[in-house]
């Protein structure tokens, strides 16, 4: 599975945005999908995360109730809808996709795409 992550942007706190993520290759509606973001001279860490269905949908806890993530399999195409926006999210997120075992851990994801970048300014 090749991805494309797009969508990253400078903004204001309490602004939107949309990330999205475009798969080519492998079926990918069969394949679990994640976003994971690094800012600078931290590690990269979780975000959130789709299984193959759209159902269930995992969060990091400082992305709960501001983030939502979902899929369009007809699209090969995964979202994230991030609101309310603090300058801590500032990083580059990343796409990746694996398979069912899967989880928080980067390391078990197969796939990724190239990052983009969200700045959010306060």
């Known amino acids: 599975v090749q991805l494309q992550a797009s969508g990253g942007g400078l903004v204001q706190a309490g602004d939107s945005l949309r990330l999205s993520c475009a798969a080519s290759?492998?079926?990918?509606?069969?394949?679990?999908m994640a976003w994971f973001r690094q800012a600078p001279g931290k590690e990269r860490e979780f975000v959130a995360s789709?299984?193959?269905?759209?159902?269930?949908?995992d969060y990091a806890d400082s992305v709960k109730g501001r983030f939502t993530v979902s899929r369009d399999n007809a699209k090969n195409t995964m979202y994230l809808q991030m609101n309310s926006l603090k300058p801590e999210d500032t990083a580059v997120y990343s796409c990746a996709g694996g398979f069912l075992g899967s989880g928080r851990d980067p390391t078990t994801y197969n796939y990724w795409g190239q990052g983009t970048q969200v700045t959010v300014s306060s």
């Open positions: 789709i299984t193959s269905s759209g159902d269930p949908t």
């Open positions: 290759g492998r079926t990918f509606s069969g394949v679990k």
